[in-house]
């Protein structure tokens, strides 16, 4: 079973991001939720997961500082991860892609939006 961890301050929008993923293919997932980087960093000392999904801004640790600690874990590194932003800033896109995110999606996130970004990170049909 694929397991996901959506970090984010706010619960909606940790439920929102929730129900969009299982919509674009995650139906079978098992869903962690963190409230902000650092948190979810202990998390995942503990718990691997298949794909993270994190809010950009946030209050403790932020998105980019989270997926710059995530890239520098040897253990870690490999774990997609996908930043949702409502910032609309191309330079700041383009940073977090060399960080090692694999898609920024601007925010309000929909179903669609997900869908080409998590394709290669779904379990095979039937498994």
């Not at 870690?76 to 409502?86: A, F, K």
């Not at 309000?108 to 080409?116: C, E, G, K, N």
Request: glycine share 6%; proline share 8%.
């Amino acid at each position: 079973m694929m397991q996901v961890l959506v970090v984010d301050d706010s619960a909606t929008a940790r439920m929102f991001v929730r129900k969009c993923l299982e919509i674009a293919g995650c139906r079978e997932a098992e869903f962690f939720e963190a409230g902000n980087g650092q948190e979810a960093l202990v998390f995942l000392r503990e718990h691997p997961v298949d794909l993270v999904v994190t809010d950009l801004t946030m209050p403790v640790m932020d998105g980019q500082t989270f997926l710059t600690h995530l890239m520098a874990s040897p253990r870690l590194n490999n774990i997609p991860v996908v930043v949702v932003s409502s910032a609309g800033n191309p330079a700041k896109e383009k940073e977090l892609l060399e960080i090692g995110a694999v898609g920024i999606l601007r925010k309000p996130v929909s179903p669609a939006m997900l869908v080409d970004i998590i394709r290669p990170y779904l379990p095979p049909e039937g498994a």
